[in-house]
C-alpha cells in the first residue's frame, strides 16, 4: 500500500470516528439519537484502532504470518494487562517481548 493510500485511509477513519462523536455535541442533535445508536458510537473509536492494528499483527509483510513478534508482541502485552489490570506495563513488557522475539 503506497503512502497516499494509507494517509487517505487514516483520515477517512478520523472522519467517521470524529464525525459520529461531534454530532452527538451539536445543540439539538445529541438528543434525538436513540439510546442504541448512542451505545454504538461509544464503540467506533476500539473499532477503528482495531481495524488499524489487526493487518499489521497478522501480516507484516502483506502475507500471512502465524508466528511473527508483531503477534507475540500483541498476545504478552494483551495477557499482562489482563493479569495485572496496569496498562503501562502490559505496554512496556509486551515492547520487550516483541523485541526480544526480533532478535530470535
Given at each position: ?22 454530532c ?37 509483510q ?11 508482541g ?6 499482562i ?11 512496556v513488557l509486551?515492547?520487550?517481548?516483541y ?6
Open positions: 500500500m503506497d503512502i497516499l493510500t494509507t494517509i487517505g485511509l487514516l483520515l477517512g477513519m478520523a472522519l467517521v470516528t470524529y464525525g459520529l462523536r461531534v452527538f455535541f451539536l445543540p439539538g442533535v445529541g438528543e434525538r439519537f436513540p439510546p442504541v445508536l448512542r451505545q454504538a458510537a461509544s464503540y467506533v473509536p476500539v473499532a477503528v484502532l482495531t481495524a488499524i492494528i489487526t493487518p499489521e499483527i497478522f501480516m507484516p502483506g502475507h500471512w504470518q502465524a508466528l511473527s513478534p508483531q503477534l507475540g500483541c498476545i504478552a502485552t494483551g495477557l494487562v489482563w493479569r495485572s489490570k496496569k496498562l503501562m506495563l502490559g505496554i509486551g515492547m520487550a517481548v523485541y526480544a522475539l526480533r532478535l530470535l
